[in-house]
Antibody
Framework: QVQLVESGGGVVQPGRSLRLSCAAS????????MHWVRQAPGKGLEWVAVVLYDGKKEYYADSVKGRFTISRDNSKDTLYLQMNSLRAADTAVYYC??????????????????WGQGTMVTVSS | EIVLTQSPDTLSLSPGARATLSCRAS???????LAWYQQKPGQSPRLLIH???TRATGVPDRFSGSGSGTDFLLTISRLEPEDFAVYYC?????????FGPGTKVDFK
C-alpha cells in the first residue's frame, strides 16, 4: 500500500552524526518532492528540509543549514537525512512527508498528503 | 521567513459545539499554499485542508477552511469526539515551509 516508513533513529551524543532513511512504497516516488519534518517532545511541527523530485535541488530550514543534508535514491525509492554536528535541540521525532500537488476547479495547491510514522532521535550525553 | 500565529492556544469545547481556529501570517500567503493538519497524540499529522479551503480526500464536511491574505480560519461545525486533537496551519513561500504553533481542541 501507499506508505512511508522511517528508520535510523536512536540515541546519539552531541556532536555526533546519524543518518535517517525513509522507504517509500505504493506510489511513483520519483515524481514527488520529499520532505523531512520534525517534532520535539511536546512541541509543534518544524519543517526541516526538502529535496526536489529529481534530487537536483534541496532547501533547508535555517536551524539545520550546514549541518543536515537531505538526499534521495530514486532507484531504491528511499529518502535520506544525514545529520551531522547534532545538538540537544535536534531531539525530536523525525517524519518524512510527501508534497502533493492538487488541481481542482482550476485551482492549484500543494500540501503534505502522506506522512511516515516517524523515527525518534535523541541527542544526549 | 513568514511566521504563522495560531489562536487560541487551547480551545475547550463540548461535543456538538462549533470550533473556530485562527491562523494569521506575518506576510501575505498565497491561498494555494495554505494547509491545515490534524494531529492526535502518538500519531502522525493528517492533512485536512489544502488550498486554504479544499477538503482533502475522506475529510468530513464538518471541516471547512476559509480566508485569504494573512488571515485564515479552520471551522469545525459540530465537534465529534474524534475531533479533539491539535490543529496546525502550514504555508509555503520562497522555498521555505513553516507551520503554526498549533491549537489544541480539548474537552470542556
Amino acid at each position: 500500500q501507499v506508505q512511508l516508513v522511517e528508520s535510523g533513529g536512536g540515541v546519539v551524543q552531541p556532536g555526533r552524526s546519524l543518518r535517517l532513511s525513509c522507504a517509500a512504497s505504493g506510489f511513483t516516488f520519483s515524481s514527488y518532492g520529499m520532505h523531512w519534518v520534525r517534532q520535539a517532545p511536546g512541541k509543534g511541527l518544524e519543517w526541516v528540509a526538502v529535496v526536489l523530485y529529481d534530487g537536483k535541488k534541496e532547501y533547508y530550514a535555517d536551524s539545520v543549514k550546514g549541518r543536515f543534508t537531505i538526499s534521495r535514491d530514486n532507484s531504491k525509492d528511499t529518502l535520506y537525512l544525514q545529520m551531522n554536528s547534532l545538538r540537544a535541540a535536534d531531539t525530536a521525532v523525525y517524519y518524512c512527508a510527501r508534497l502533493q500537488n492538487f488541481y481542482a476547479s482550476g485551482n492549484y495547491a500543494e500540501a503534505f498528503d502522506l506522512w511516515g510514522q516517524g523515527t525518534m532521535v535523541t541527542v544526549s550525553s | 521567513e513568514i511566521v504563522l500565529t495560531q489562536s487560541p492556544d487551547t480551545l475547550s469545547l463540548s461535543p456538538g459545539a462549533r470550533a473556530t481556529l485562527s491562523c494569521r501570517a506575518s506576510e501575505i500567503v498565497s491561498r494555494n499554499y495554505l494547509a491545515w493538519y490534524q494531529q492526535k497524540p502518538g500519531q502522525s499529522p493528517r492533512l485536512l485542508i489544502h488550498g486554504a479551503s479544499t477538503r482533502a480526500t475522506g475529510v468530513p464536511d464538518r471541516f471547512s477552511g476559509s480566508g485569504s491574505g494573512t488571515d485564515f480560519l479552520l471551522t469545525i461545525s459540530r465537534l465529534e469526539p474524534e475531533d479533539f486533537a491539535v490543529y496546525y496551519c502550514q504555508q509555503y513561500g520562497n522555498s521555505v515551509f513553516t507551520f503554526g504553533p498549533g491549537t489544541k481542541v480539548d474537552f470542556k
